[in-house]
């Protein structure tokens, strides 16, 4: 209750303003909650909502007695408490935080191996592999996509892992002009992507992407349309669209100069750039910082905000638990009241979601989920680029990590030798 | 003399106010704000406008605007919009980071600088005059970031000599240790005021070797190091006016540079204020920074006085 109150009731002293918003936004469906006695709460939503349960992970509980002891969630940011295999130890300010292994885990079989961690933010590429390189560090997060040749020639490890972790352009349905009415035409930007050269100028830390989900998830259905280069079907479904050489599709994309989850922005859409003139598709580019991006996606297509982009390469972080999916296509979350940006609306998705959400069957919910899937393909609503593959770069040394298919990963098995 | 410095103080209070007050607007003209960095678009929009009033963002720019300035006046910087900790720990913090490397890397620089350009004044035409040129433009030209990852490259991955990236141990660099990370930023950030100094002090120098004044010192029979003296005491003060501002420009941080080598210093606290709309921390951060120009310019121009009376006048 102590912890609820953190996030939904201003009046408490535990109140933290941002944490509240950051937990609602990933968790809007907390309509009420009461205690029933010490061991049970209960918690209303607004409607019937099977992912529920997942979606409650994003609510972060952390220590009422550390909170009083420290007096301020900015005092507790100092020294912080929790219930996890490791504990911050020391944390300095954009320079380093050190975790330290929890003795007193809750599991005893995932009490961590390693002592500690220590992670040092580096936002450059090439001071990254420079350290590992140089041997200042054992791991780093996302390596340059062209040392990875060198790296692995060297004796590093480069390690990666297939999930839903889509990298796409959101198609704007919003603006009267826009190109992407016609379905003929969305579909044809998703045959002439040539996914496998981005692949290959990314050394295999992408994967192409057929859908939200990769094609070899339980999620991803039988669609109509697989996604595959074939630009010959592109050329077809443009000029049946009444599109061709002497007139392309003209559309202007807004990409970031960097971001969350946006991978090397302007070489991938530079490279698509290219690609895609050969199926008369013009392409220009509206190029801004993060900031700028984050704005946009929060708008409706038309308004300024949006600098007249007829799509957003934005990367909607991942889609391993259901709630974020449908999120980002729902009709009723255009923004301002979510994030669909495209105003895409398909009332067969929404059908199919309403089904989902009040269903208590695993198998029918993981069948309807699949159609759900199988709706957005065939009407690519976006265009499916690549899968990231969440890359990480390390010494040989390091032993015991297995890259989960997931944002979140598993440090209790990891070991030096 | 006292007079003097304090017009000039006084003459800094203007100047401060209206770059707070442009800071302040051309932060505003960056679309978005820190409400929009700091949660997930998917925030429901009653929520987002409950943070924004509490930052009090929601109000009128000239009242965000006077009540800042407010708390300034009585040395509140504010707190952090985004990390709820208090700006002056953060700023000075930042501060004291780059001064670790301005300082070094202005006295090497300078100190190259004055050496190159007076040898190739007094070689001048000679292949050392054309030597130290090429050194001096390389310096200026290169991009100083590039030869940061060159520098990088070469002697901690390929040597493994230096580290690559951070900050050595806390503390007043006097070990090994801690001096061993402060080599190649350093280096990397006196290039540029090395060639800037370098190419002034050999045109002034040329300058006042062109006086009548020289000559007359020679006849006299003073000995050359005492005529060099001389000099350069004369072609200082120009120079120092640059070096003032060469060396604020470093206090501001190479946002670049700290960049590569991960180097937790002012420029990048300032590019993530940036980034992150964090009103408070940017405000203070250039309002500090400004204000260390200005008394910079002021000691310049009093050690200008000192060195040449003429200028007292």
Redesign the interface.
């Known amino acids: 209750m102590w912890n609820l109150d953190r996030y939904f009731k201003?009046d408490s002293p535990q109140y933290d303003?941002?944490g509240?918003?950051?937990a609602?936004?990933?968790n809007?469906w907390v309509s009420g909650y009461r205690k029933i006695d010490d061991y049970t709460i209960e918690i209303a939503n607004p409607r019937s909502l099977s992912y529920f349960p997942g979606a409650l992970a994003y609510l972060f509980f952390s220590s009422p007695a550390q909170f009083q002891k420290t007096g301020s969630?900015?005092e507790f940011?100092k020294a912080p408490s929790g219930t996890g295999p490791f504990k911050i130890t020391e944390f300095k300010?954009?320079?380093s935080a050190t975790l330290s292994r929890n003795e007193g885990y809750w599991d005893p079989h995932r009490v961590p191996k390693l002592d500690k961690m220590v992670l040092?933010?580096?936002?450059?590429a090439?001071?990254r592999l420079?350290?590992l390189?140089?041997?200042?560090v054992d791991w780093i997060e996302v390596p340059p996509p062209d040392a990875v040749p060198s790296l692995k020639a060297a004796g590093f490890e480069i390690v990666t892992n297939s999930y839903p972790h889509v990298w796409p352009w959101v198609m704007s349905f919003g603006k009267p002009d826009t190109p992407w009415r016609d379905v003929r035409v969305r579909r044809a930007i998703n045959y002439c992507a040539n996914r496998e050269g981005l692949v290959t100028l990314l050394n295999g830390l992408a994967e192409p992407a057929a859908g939200v989900y990769n094609k070899t998830d339980p999620y991803f259905g039988h669609p109509k349309e697989q996604y595959t280069y074939d630009p010959a079907k592109a050329k077809a479904l443009m000029q049946e669209a009444g599109y061709g050489p002497d007139k392309p599709v003209k559309a202007k994309i807004m990409i970031s100069t960097s971001g969350s989850g946006q991978m090397l922005p302007l070489p991938m859409n530079e490279y698509l750039q290219q690609n895609l003139k050969e199926c008369w598709f013009d392409i220009s580019f509206e190029v801004v910082?993060?900031?700028?991006m984050?704005?946009?996606?929060?708008n409706p297509p038309t308004a300024p905000?949006t600098l007249g982009a007829d799509a957003i390469n934005i990367s909607?972080?991942h889609a391993t638990e259901f709630s974020r999916f449908a999120?980002w296509f729902l009709s009723t979350t255009f923004?301002?009241?979510?994030?669909n940006w495209a105003n895409w609306k398909n009332l067969e998705f929404d059908a199919l979601v309403d089904e989902i959400e009040k269903s208590s069957d695993p198998e029918e919910i993981a069948a309807n989920i699949r159609k759900a899937h199988e709706v957005i393909v065939d009407d690519a609503p976006w265009l499916f680029i690549v899968h990231d593959r969440n890359p990480r770069a390390m010494t040989k040394h390091v032993k015991g990590f297995v890259s989960a298919q997931s944002w979140f990963q598993d440090f209790t098995r990891v070991y030096m030798e | 003399m006292w007079v003097y410095i304090f017009r000039r103080l006084l003459y800094a209070v203007p100047i401060l106010l209206g770059v707070s007050l442009l800071v302040f607007a051309l932060i505003h003209l960056?679309?978005?704000d820190v409400?929009?960095?700091?949660?997930?678009?998917?925030?429901?929009?009653e929520?987002?406008d409950?943070?924004r009033r509490?930052f009090a963002l929601d109000q009128p720019l000239h009242i965000q605007y006077l009540a800042w300035l407010g708390r300034l006046l009585v040395g509140d910087l504010g707190?952090s919009f985004f990390?709820?900790?208090p700006v002056a720990d953060?700023l000075f913090?930042?501060l004291q980071n780059t001064l670790m490397l301005a300082l070094p890397a202005a006295l090497l620089g300078f100190a190259l600088g004055v050496t190159l350009g007076a040898l190739a004044a007094f070689n001048r035409g000679t292949w050392l005059d054309k030597l130290f040129a090429a050194t001096a433009i390389t310096g200026v030209s290169l991009p100083h970031y590039w030869v940061g990852?060159v520098l990088?490259?070469v002697f901690?991955?390929i040597f493994?000599a230096l580290?690559?990236?951070?900050?050595g141990p806390p503390g007043f660099p006097a070990s090994w240790e801690q001096i061993k990370p402060l080599i190649l930023p350093v280096v990397t950030l006196s290039l540029i005021p090395m060639g800037v100094i370098s190419r002034l002090v050999r045109a002034n120098v040329l300058e006042m070797l062109s006086h009548e004044f020289v000559g007359a010192l020679h006849a006299k029979g003073l000995l050359s190091r005492r005529v060099l003296y001389h000099v350069m005491k004369n072609a200082a003060p120009s120079a120092l006016a640059v070096m003032g501002l060469q060396f604020g420009y470093l206090l501001a941080g190479s946002i670049l540079v700290e960049?590569?080598?991960?180097w937790?210093g002012s420029g990048?606290?300032m590019n993530?204020a940036i980034?992150?709309?964090d009103i408070p921390v940017l405000s203070a951060t250039i309002l500090v920074l400004a204000t260390i120009f200005v008394v910079i310019n002021i000691l310049v121009d009093v050690l200008q006085a000192l060195i040449d009376p003429r200028m007292r006048r």
Request: aromatic share 6%; net charge positive; proline share 14%.
């Open positions: 201003s303003p941002t509240s918003a950051i609602r936004a990933r809007p969630w900015a940011a300010p954009r320079v040092f933010p580096m936002p450059e090439t001071t420079a350290a390189r140089s041997g200042q910082d993060w900031g700028t984050l704005v946009a996606i929060r905000q909607l972080a999120t923004p301002p009241a979510g994030v | 960056a679309p978005g409400v929009d960095m700091l949660v997930p678009p998917e925030v429901p929009r929520v987002a409950l943070l509490r707190i990390t709820n900790r953060e913090s930042a990852i990088v490259s901690a991955v493994n580290p690559a990236q951070g900050m960049t590569v080598f991960n937790p990048g606290l993530l980034f992150r709309r």
